[in-house]
């Protein structure tokens, strides 16, 4: 079993719940503010871990309280946070989010460290990633050093997985040779729709309630949606993506890491919140009666 290895953002994420949504202008009092460690790459770290997975951070925060529980948070799921830089010179990075009753919302992100992700980051890559691990990147941190860690991450024999979100980090640029692209609907259709398709060896199109399509060697290959009550879908594409990447280091094929990654998105929908939301082996035995035993592949 490889390891899975992210290189990403590290975010805190601030809430506020409000009745409705402020106009340019306006001021609306909401209530108390969450602090909710999140970020893409940081979430779907712990979504890997949480399942089971041997995962490493390789990302950047600032020197100050949010790096310190960022780090903390990151630790506590199992990740290891040995390849997380502390940047001196720029603060944490942070999304303001503001939630209106009826689950609107406004979300405006402050990279911060994030967008210093470098010669410091690539050099991790290049020391830690092996063959048969799998690396996953994101779109919230500087395009050129993602293009340059999937290099660097084939070069080293490892599978590459690029979750292309948020996808206007793409527009008008042509997407990274990697081996599994994954995104939404809505993402695909940003980035060119069906000839998206070709840019990759492999494509998960995330449908939502209606599951997921896998593109890959010629093949269209829908997987079928579980079915919940859901309540929160925040946190359902990193849970997705999250697990995808604990499936295939497992040696799983792409079918089944789909399968266990729309289980997973599925369960995350039946919490509130993005973190708190990834699901753990006994939410996915309980819900769906999968069983994830360490010594062997996935039941499910």
Excluded: W
Excluded at 219 to 239: C, H, S
Aim: charged share 25%; hydrophobic share 45%.
């Amino acid at each position: 079993m490889g390891s899975v290895v992210v290189v990403g953002s590290i975010n805190m994420d601030l809430v506020v719940r409000v009745e409705h949504l402020p106009r340019p202008g306006d001021t609306v009092l909401g209530d108390r503010v969450l602090a909710i460690p999140g970020g893409k790459g940081a979430n779907q770290a712990a979504a890997a871990a949480r399942l089971g997975a041997t995962v490493r951070m390789i990302g950047r925060v600032g020197d100050d309280a949010f790096g310190s529980q960022l780090i903390a948070g990151l630790r506590d799921d199992g990740v290891d946070v040995s390849t997380v830089a502390i940047d001196r010179s720029e603060p944490s990075g942070a999304a303001l989010i503001v939630v209106e009753t009826g689950g609107e919302n406004t979300v405006t992100v402050a990279p911060g460290a994030n967008a210093r992700l470098g010669a410091e980051e690539l050099a991790s890559v290049r020391r830690v990633v092996r063959r048969g691990d799998v690396v996953l990147l994101q779109l919230e941190i500087p395009l050129d050093t993602v293009r340059q860690a999937v290099s660097a991450a084939r070069e080293a024999g490892a599978r590459v997985v690029l979750n292309a979100a948020p996808s206007a980090a793409l527009t008008g640029s042509t997407v990274p040779e990697v081996d599994v692209l994954v995104l939404n609907e809505r993402e695909a259709d940003d980035l060119g729709g069906r000839e998206l398709l070709r840019s990759a060896p492999a494509v998960v199109v995330t449908l939502g309630e209606a599951g997921s399509m896998l593109y890959e060697d010629g093949l269209d290959t829908p997987v079928e949606p579980r079915r919940v009550e859901a309540i929160d879908a925040t946190g359902a594409g990193d849970a997705f993506v999250g697990a995808l990447a604990f499936a295939l280091a497992r040696g799983e094929s792409l079918v089944e890491a789909a399968r266990l990654g729309g289980a997973a998105g599925a369960a995350a929908a039946t919490r509130l919140g993005a973190r708190p939301s990834l699901p753990y082996p006994n939410d996915l035995k309980r819900l769906f009666g999968i069983v994830l035993d360490p010594a062997a592949k996935s039941k499910m």
